[in-house]
């Protein structure tokens, strides 16, 4: 291992070497080095190529405040970009390459935007490529995107996978510093420490869950945060961590803040701090000769540090006019000189800082050579969280920083971040002056001093204002190390003082979280379940195609050889019509109603009436939503006195419950009703066609009649079927065949299928699935999902007779005003093409004949349409004025698939208009 | 968020379904109630600043409505009843 390693010192494990590959060259770490502190030893400097200006980047903290060391990890799928070297742990076979270069990270060609770059400046893309507009998705974004930006997105879905977890605690304590491992020792009950480093505190007593690698990215309404635990070289990678506490301790320390000078970017340029840090943590001198750039106490700390592992100082250069006696004790101690009022002007170096230029404080210039230049303008306390917390931050002049402001009960915070033992001693210095070089504020995004001074200079003066045009703090860094140095330059630049210029709020998340991360598991097919018919086995078995049907998975048709869709449900079709079918309706709602006032709630929910709906009797209801629109439809059966079973549309099962109980616990709770969802609970089958009856005859146990006579239309039982197995017989039908509704416990599906397919063996029977059904529905001018669209009345529907006069029900005043009776409204009609054959599509317009295909000619849509095999092409519309223009022609316009064809206006019903079949 | 059902003890924002202002009236007429009343319950809303009663559903637990008084400026929430 070469050059940079200390001899010891630091927590790796020097026993433990681990290779890795930056840029295709093979490294060599130890146990417990981030690719920062890895490349550092290993003498690698230059990094990465800057955001705006392809300036060449270095190491610039060593920790999550990175804006500098960004790279792309991993290969192929795994890519993830701009992932800061300080916070990512090295591990045997890590892949990392530098980003944003072209061709390679020394000879990069766009680093020739450093030499137009007075045309990059501050609002550049705004003032430039204004016009033409067509050129910016063309010409403008795609060059800019190319030339700016910084890594580069895998472009496949991403292979890893990630978890979520919620934890619960009493005390939730942010950061494992000093502080606030302090903290979690003494707080009483159950505590989580999160820190974003991987070093686990030692000897913490047991009521403390310690979560390393874990940054608390977000904080919530009542007690809830957001974390984000990486877990390094494992699947899966990340875990978001839910954490609900009574009260937060926030003990996040405090972030160094840059002295500001030209070229101030230079690899070589480091946080003060952190050249400690890489000393301390990991063993590593990241330089051999270090300039020591300060302007207050709590930096020189560094000297002796650096003097006792026999790291070379060029020299101390403090701002402050007379320096102070401790730094001159240290500096002294080191053997090293002080330049007190002094200040760096430039960095000089081309990939690296090979030195620097000082003003002295009589103002003469001194060059100084050094491979490093360590700065410290001071601290920050880290408060990142607390301005979630919607705690404004507070200017404290004493040491020269924000502080959090008043947090709400159950937060606290703590230690440093409290502003509590930082800055001793510090006399502000916000920027070098002006000076011929670069001196960048935000080094992620390339925001330099100027770049403010101009935004101030253009009127963008509020803080906020000059964030959004300079993009300064806007990276994924938040401008940690940026901010404060910005805002005292902006206040420098309007005369005022830093609180009179405020500061920008800081926002979720602290620090970058993968949406990934955020997914967790629940991606593809695993983002919602899936529910799986009580037929499913039968189905499948029967060579069914699925469709998904919100979270259901239904039978859509049962091809035969050489079948299509097409083909395959019209046959479907012709077996209902003309013998006998089966499908699975256990998808719909069914929802039991029990109690001495079911009916009375029915007459509150429903517009129909209830009340007088006999015993062993099914009745259609519609149901409307307080503004008057129709919100569903579906059959209710009254099995007892105080016993209904509901069935409602599929689609609206879950929002119809949610109603009804709205509706028993809030409106109407004086009434005694109880109910509950029995839609998982019942598998019913539909069994339609004329020879319907003769199949059921066959498994229904004696002596239940099934004649006309005894069960008619629209009768309903409860009855054993198969030798005592317990069901359910509804007389419905939404083909418009003689059809009967077959429930029985849902464990029994598959075997009712079954033996339904027995039964009806000799008549033909045959599986049909959804798109049979919706032929059928469009054939009998049945209103279904496309039509109870939210936007429909029951007049819209040809439903207002189901409005009853003689009662109060949900909707029923509103329902009544004119506009919704309007005859004008889109009112539902049939369309037949005149030719017979033309294809007719959901969505087409609908237009008058001559008319141009204008917004303001549309009069209407195709709601539902169907190819159906007795009559050809058919279809359900909204139409202006429908009822009135039966008979009429209209254009059936549809740009969209080249559809255009007349059109013949009809009723809805297209098939068996008075019923005939149903009654059979 | 959480709110603090009273059947099922504090739960996750993520198990309850926001709806509607609880402090809108409806009719106490039904449907007999002229139009303007109606649409006042229906469509008419104060968005003012501080608490405020809204209508929770615990739809991912014990399906009870939840009259939830919340300020809006804070986000505290100051109680919760039974309808």
Known sequence: ?920 | MRIPCPHCGPRGLDEFLYTQDASAARPKDGGAAPTEEWTDYVYMRENARGPRREYWYHSAGCHAWLIVTRDVSSHEILSVDLP
């Open chain 1, 1 to 920: 291992m070469t050059g940079y390693r200390l001899p010891a010192g630091g927590s790796i494990d020097r026993n433990r070497l681990v290779t890795f590959r930056f840029d295709g060259k093979a490294f060599a770490g130890f146990g417990g080095d981030t690719l920062a502190s890895a490349l550092l030893a290993n003498g690698v400097r230059l990094v990465g190529r800057s955001f705006k200006y392809h300036r060449p980047r270095g190491i610039f903290s060593a920790g999550s405040e990175e804006p500098s060391a960004l790279v792309e990890l991993g290969l192929g799928a795994y890519r993830e970009p701009n992932t800061r070297a300080t916070m990512v742990e090295i591990f045997e076979g890590l892949t990392a390459n530098s980003q944003n270069r072209f061709p390679s990270l020394k000879y990069d060609l766009l680093s020739v935007n450093s030499l137009v770059s007075p045309f990059l400046a501050a609002g550049f893309y705004y003032k430039t490529f204004m016009w033409p507009a067509k050129f910016w998705e063309r010409v403008y974004e795609p060059l800019i995107r190319r030339a700016a930006g910084l890594g580069r997105n895998a472009g496949v879905p991403d292979p890893d996978s990630y978890e979520k977890n919620t934890e619960f605690c009493d005390v939730l304590v942010i950061g494992g510093g000093a502080d606030g491992v302090k903290a979690a020792r003494e707080a009483a009950g159950r505590v989580i420490l999160c820190d974003e480093n991987p070093l686990v505190p030692e000897g913490l007593p047991e009521n403390v869950l310690v979560l390393p690698r874990t940054t608390v990215f977000a904080v919530y309404d009542g007690g809830t945060y957001a974390a984000i635990t990486q877990l390094p070289a494992q699947t899966p990678r990340q875990r978001l961590v839910r954490i609900v506490a009574g009260r937060s301790v926030i003990a996040t320390g405090a972030l160094e803040r840059p002295l500001v000078f030209a070229n101030n970017d230079l690899p070589g340029v480091m946080l003060a701090g952190a050249v400690g840090d890489y000393i301390t943590r990991y063993g590593v001198a990241v330089g051999r000769n270090i300039l020591l750039a300060i302007n207050n106490d709590d930096a020189a700390a560094l000297i002796p540090l650096l003097a006792e592992n026999g790291i070379g100082i060029a020299g101390i250069v403090d701002t402050r006019r007379k320096s102070s006696d401790h730094v001159y004790a240290l500096a002294r101690e080191a053997g090293v000189a002080v330049f007190a009022g002094a200040g760096i002007i430039t960095a000089e170096g081309r990939l690296g800082v090979g030195g620097a230029k000082i003003r002295l404080h009589n103002g003469t210039m001194l060059r100084v050579a050094c491979d490093i230049i360590a700065s410290s303008g001071g601290f920050n306390p880290n408060i990142a969280l607390t301005s979630q917390f919607d705690a404004k931050p507070v200017w404290d002049e004493t040491i020269a920083a924000f502080t959090a402001g008043t947090l709400p009960p159950g937060a606290s915070i703590i230690g440093k971040a409290a502003g509590h033992g930082i800055n001793a001693n510090i006399a502000p210095h916000w920027h070098s002056g002006i000076t011929p070089g670069k001196s960048f504020v935000d080094l992620q995004n390339d925001v330099t001093v100027k770049d403010i001074q101009l935004a101030n200079q253009e009127g963008f003066s509020s803080v906020e204002h000059v964030k959004r045009y300079t993009t300064l703090g806007m990276a994924t860094d938040q401008g940690k190390t940026a901010n404060v140095n910005a805002l005292a330059i902006l206040a420098e630049a309007q005369g005022k003082s830093i609180p009179e210029t405020g500061t920008t709020r800081f926002r979720p998340p602290y620090s970058p979280v993968s949406l990934g991360a955020l997914a967790g598991a629940h991606k593809g097919k695993a983002f919602k379940p899936t529910r799986l018919a009580p037929t499913h086995e039968f189905s499948t078995a029967q060579g069914a195609t699925f469709i998904e049907t919100g979270m259901w998975l239904r039978a859509q048709y049962y091809p035969r050889p050489g079948e299509d869709w097409l083909a395959a449900a019209q046959r479907e079709v012709n077996t209902v019509r003309n013998s006998v079918g089966i499908c699975d309706v256990t998808t719909l709602g069914k929802i039991d109603i029990q109690g001495p006032d079911a009916a009375k709630f029915l007459e509150c929910v429903y517009t129909n009436s209830w009340t007088n709906l006999a015993i062993g009797r099914v009745r259609y209801g519609l149901m409307l939503r307080e503004d008057g629109f129709v919100m569903d439809d579906g059959t209710t059966a009254r099995l007892g006195a105080n016993h209904f079973v509901m069935t409602t549309t599929t689609a609206n099962a879950a929002k119809v419950m949610q109603h009804l109980e709205f509706c028993a616990q809030v409106l109407w709770p004086e009434l005694d009703v109880t109910f509950i969802s029995v839609t998982d609970q019942w598998a019913q089958i539909a069994v339609a066609g004329p020879q319907s009856r003769a199949t059921i005859s066959k498994i229904v146990d004696s002596p239940f009649d099934v004649t006309n006579e005894a069960f008619p239309y629209m009768g309903c039982a409860e009855l054993t079927i198969c030798g005592g197995t317990p069901a359910r017989l509804f007389r419905i039908s939404f083909s418009g065949e003689l059809a009967y509704e077959l429930a029985v416990p849902a464990r029994y599906g598959n075997a009712l299928a079954a033996k339904l397919m027995e039964a009806g063996a000799e008549y033909g029977i045959a599986p049909y699935g959804t798109e049979a059904l919706g032929i059928m529905r469009i054939e009998k001018g049945h209103a279904a999902g496309p039509e109870l669209n939210g936007q429909t009345t029951a007049h819209d529907l040809g439903l207002h007779k189901l409005l009853s006069k003689k009662k109060d029900f949900i909707g029923r005043a509103m329902a009544a005003r004119a506009a919704l009776t309007d005859p004008a409204r889109l009112t539902l009609v049939g369309l037949r093409p005149e030719d017979g054959t033309s294809i007719l599509r959901a969505g087409s317009h609908l237009l008058p004949i001559g008319a141009a295909a204008t917004a303001k000619n549309d009069q209407g849509h195709i709601t539902s349409a169907a190819r159906s095999p007795s009559l050809g092409p058919i279809a359900l519309a909204l139409l202006a004025n429908g009822p009135a223009r039966i008979g009429e022609k209209i254009r059936v316009y549809d740009p969209v698939r080249q559809g255009d064809c007349i059109a013949e206006i009809v009723a809805p019903i297209h098939y068996d208009s008075d019923g005939t079949r149903l009654h059979a």
